[in-house]
Nanobody, 122 residues
Framework: QVQLVESGGGLVQAGGSLRLSCAAS????????MAWFRQAPGKEREFVAA????????LYTDSVKGRFTISRDNAKNTVYLQMNSLKPEDTAVYYC???????????????WGQGTQVTVSS
């Protein structure tokens, strides 16, 4: 099994930055892809970004390209999401997920963290 714990959420003004962390433990080798999703009130959970534990491939949803950066620290089994130029529409609960493939759909991921709240004020 894989356990994921998110941290780093909080309240920030529009234009500010936050860095989310996802600490993975357990059978991390069984999940080659790590991703961030978010869910805003009244909306479905949506893909944000994904990265593999090895290699350089990354994926981003269009709305965060150029503003968010996903990265990893293999030695710490941790994935990060650097969020810059935050907008109020980025407000959501952000979830870390682990899966076998670098996909955009939530059904493609097997393990999920508890989520961390990100609130961007105007």
């Amino acid at each position: 099994q894989v356990q994921l714990v998110e941290s780093g959420g909080g309240l920030v003004q529009a234009g500010g930055s936050l860095r989310l962390s996802c600490a993975a433990s357990g059978r991390t080798f069984s999940s080659s892809a790590m991703a961030w999703f978010r869910q805003a009130p009244g909306k479905e959970r949506e893909f944000v970004a994904a990265i593999r534990w090895s290699g350089g491939n990354t994926l981003y949803t269009d709305s965060v390209k150029g503003r968010f950066t996903i990265s990893r620290d293999n030695a710490k089994n941790t994935v990060y999401l650097q969020m810059n130029s935050l907008k109020p529409e980025d407000t959501a609960v952000y979830y870390c997920a682990a899966g076998s493939l670098l996909l955009r759909g939530p059904k493609g991921y097997d393990y999920w963290g508890q989520g961390t709240q990100v609130t961007v004020s105007s």
